[in-house]
């Protein structure tokens, strides 16, 4: 006959063992999933899940539609309308973004039993991340890019800002091709690397600046909303807040952080968003280029836009930044057509700011 002590349980064994994983290990746990909803969901599990959610570093907050203050949906606000409306006009509107209910379940860590969040269907990102007090790394995605265009073209863009902007590339073509085009084609298109006369003439040029003045409010747009979440988390070390289209990308690191609480942020007179400064492009031009995987980029342009140097003609490191930054701004076949690009003839433009 068995032993007792082997048929009954040890006492010891009726303890939860996942009480004895210390604090930390948890919340690297926990940061590994990131996601603001799942997170919410977690703080209800127990009461040291609700007092360990708000410590998280790494958060993703993903927006699933967008809300005016009108009450008009994406119906109203499409931001991926082949033909833009007056966009920036809705978007200053912007204030309320769509989240999830799982955040009726966060409960203030004071020991009170009064949610987390209030109990609406629609919060701010300000509001979800308020609670959140240990913030370093933060990744909001929009439901789609912010500037429109035709079917076919491409558009991506990316910017760093700090107080104002600081380095902005956009990537742009006429056409994506699956199959490269002939070798006639290639031969007839690619020339001596000179913009040829027919740009001018067809409202290429046009285009191209109508892509880097709408590239530039989303940009300033965005950095504008991002106020209250900065001003509100000052542990924040990296923040990207992009589009799940991936048409646009605005990042800020610790030293751009720092400088947007410590410098006043100059508002355009316009609209609610960042003032863009005056600024030197340098564009870039393909009428075609072959891209990895069998694709090819008609109509291919690359604009590099940084703020003009006051009283100097900027130093070669900083150029060698600039060039970095344009470099590794995109990934896959749009990196390699930022490569491409960057070996053509480079055309000076100024933009005044705005």
Same mark, same amino acid.
């Given at each position: 006959?068995?032993?007792?002590?082997?048929?009954?349980?040890?006492?010891?064994?009726?303890?939860?063992?996942?009480?004895?994983?210390?604090?930390?290990?948890?919340?690297?746990?926990?940061?590994?999933?990131?996601?603001?909803r799942?997170?919410g969901r977690?703080?209800?599990?127990?009461?040291?899940?609700?007092?360990?959610?708000?410590?998280?570093?790494?958060?993703?907050?993903?927006?699933?539609r967008?809300?005016?203050?009108?009450?008009e949906?994406?119906?109203?606000? &499409?931001? #991926?309308? $082949?033909?833009?409306?007056?966009?920036?006009?809705?978007?200053?509107k912007?204030?309320?973004? %769509?989240? =999830?209910?799982?955040?009726?379940?966060?409960?203030?860590?004071?020991g009170?039993?009064k949610?987390?969040?209030?109990?609406l269907?629609h919060?701010?990102?300000?509001?979800?991340?308020?609670?959140?007090?240990?913030?370093?790394?933060?990744?909001i995605?929009?439901?789609?890019?912010?500037?429109?265009?035709?079917?076919?073209?491409?558009?991506?863009w990316?910017?760093?800002?700090?107080?104002?902007?600081?380095?902005?590339?956009?990537?742009?073509?006429?056409?994506?091709?699956?199959?490269?085009?002939s070798?006639e084609?290639?031969?007839?298109?690619?020339? &001596?690397? #000179?913009? $040829?006369?027919?740009?001018?003439?067809?409202?290429?040029?046009?285009?191209?600046?109508v892509? %880097?003045? =709408?590239?530039?409010?989303?940009?300033?747009?965005?950095?504008?909303?991002?106020?209250?979440?900065?001003?509100?988390?000052?542990?924040?070390?990296?923040?990207v807040?992009?589009?799940?289209?991936g048409?646009?990308?605005?990042?800020?690191?610790?030293?751009?952080?720092?400088?947007?609480?410590?410098?006043?942020?100059?508002?355009s007179?316009?609209?609610?968003?960042?003032?863009?400064?005056?600024?030197?492009?340098?564009?870039?031009?393909?009428?075609?280029?072959?891209?990895?995987?069998?694709m090819?980029?008609q109509?291919?342009?690359?604009?590099?836009?940084?703020? #003009?140097?006051?009283?100097?003609?900027?130093?070669?490191?900083?150029?060698?930044?600039?060039?970095?930054?344009?470099?590794?701004?995109?990934?896959?076949?749009?990196?390699?057509?930022?490569?491409?690009?960057?070996?053509?003839?480079?055309?000076?433009?100024?933009?005044?700011?705005?």
């Amino acid at each position: 006959m068995q032993n007792k002590t082997r048929i009954h349980a040890h006492p010891s064994l009726d303890q939860d063992q996942f009480d004895r994983i210390p604090d930390s290990l948890v919340l690297l746990i926990l940061n590994k999933i990131a996601d603001v909803r799942s997170l919410g969901r977690c703080s209800a599990v127990s009461k040291r899940f609700n007092s360990l959610v708000p410590l998280v570093h790494d958060v993703y907050v993903k927006i699933d539609r967008v809300v005016t203050v009108d009450g008009e949906y994406d119906d109203a606000f &499409n931001l #991926s309308s $082949p033909k833009p409306r007056n966009l920036f006009s809705h978007f200053l509107k912007l204030m309320i973004f %769509t989240l =999830s209910k799982p955040f009726h379940h966060l409960r203030n860590t004071n020991g009170g039993l009064k949610p987390l969040f209030p109990q609406l269907s629609h919060y701010s990102p300000a509001q979800v991340l308020k609670n959140f007090t240990h913030i370093q790394n933060l990744r909001i995605e929009l439901p789609a890019g912010d500037v429109g265009t035709e079917g076919g073209v491409i558009l991506k863009w990316r910017a760093e800002f700090g107080s104002t902007l600081q380095n902005c590339v956009i990537l742009g073509g006429t056409r994506v091709d699956r199959k490269p085009a002939s070798t006639e084609q290639q031969t007839g298109l690619e020339d &001596n690397g #000179s913009i $040829p006369e027919s740009f001018y003439i067809n409202g290429g040029l046009k285009l191209r600046v109508v892509w %880097t003045i =709408s590239s530039l409010i989303a940009a300033s747009t965005r950095h504008y909303l991002l106020r209250p979440i900065i001003n509100d988390h000052p542990t924040l070390k990296s923040l990207v807040l992009t589009d799940a289209d991936g048409q646009g990308t605005l990042s800020m690191g610790l030293e751009q952080l720092k400088e947007f609480r410590e410098k006043p942020l100059a508002a355009s007179a316009s609209s609610n968003r960042t003032q863009v400064p005056a600024s030197n492009m340098k564009l870039r031009y393909a009428p075609y280029l072959e891209l990895p995987g069998g694709m090819g980029l008609q109509g291919a342009t690359l604009v590099a836009i940084k703020p #003009s140097p006051v009283g100097s003609s900027g130093s070669k490191s900083s150029r060698k930044e600039a060039d970095a930054f344009v470099c590794g701004a995109f990934d896959g076949p749009h990196k390699a057509a930022a490569k491409a690009l960057m070996k053509r003839r480079t055309y000076l433009l100024e933009m005044n700011g705005f």
